[in-house]
């Protein structure tokens, strides 16, 4: 019951972003432009996600992989907004980032590290979770390692800690929207990543 009403709050969450992000005019500048595609992909795989956990086919496996897809979305408007030159969002355009998640994921937390702001916040509050899922191996894989039986379920504990995640990376997506929708003129600078991340 308690997944039931975590799984209710995702939705309730994604309808919420999908209501500010659909209908806005998009700004004449070609890296918040990118970083806004991005970050609507992200918010469908969010939404995806939870489509999948409430579906009456048990496919919790496809929902475990879809986070990674989501994460290194969100983590790729991160990297346009913050991080990518001008050299670098123009090979974006034609051929993505070339990054790895892992990568993404470090170049935007050394950008990130010890600044205010929600987007900061965001990923330090969720930095065990996310270093789990991106640093860590395959977590689909490691359900099928534990148990006894072939079950398309995955345990609740399993389950919430993905929505959870998976809505962090949501409001990870919303608050980067709200940033680069205003503030397009004010770039920050990119600084080194911190020495615990994984290059």
């Not at 496809?62 to 050299?87: K, M, P």
């Amino acid at each position: 019951m308690e997944l039931e009403h975590m799984l209710a709050r995702a939705e309730s969450l994604a309808y919420r972003i999908s209501s500010e992000f659909n209908g806005q005019p998009l700004p004449e500048d070609e890296r918040a432009c990118a970083a806004i595609g991005c970050l609507t992909v992200a918010q469908q795989h969010h939404s995806a996600i939870i489509i999948l956990f409430r579906n009456d086919m048990p496919v919790h496996a496809a929902a475990f992989a879809l986070i990674r897809h989501q994460i290194e979305t969100a983590f790729n408007a991160l990297w346009l907004w913050y991080c990518a030159t001008d050299d670098e969002i123009a090979r974006f355009m034609q051929d993505g980032s070339g990054k790895t998640v892992r990568q993404l994921v470090a170049q935007v937390d050394g950008v990130l590290a010890g600044r205010a702001g929600d987007e900061a916040s965001i990923i330090r509050s969720h930095w065990s979770q996310l270093s789990d899922f991106v640093f860590s191996g395959e977590r689909r894989i490691r359900h099928w390692l534990d148990a006894n039986v072939v079950d398309a379920i995955y345990s609740e504990d399993a389950v919430a800690e993905l929505v959870d995640l998976s809505n962090s990376i949501a409001e990870l997506g919303l608050a980067t929207y709200r940033s680069l929708s205003g503030g397009a003129a004010d770039m920050p600078v990119a600084e080194q990543p911190r020495d615990k991340a994984v290059k």
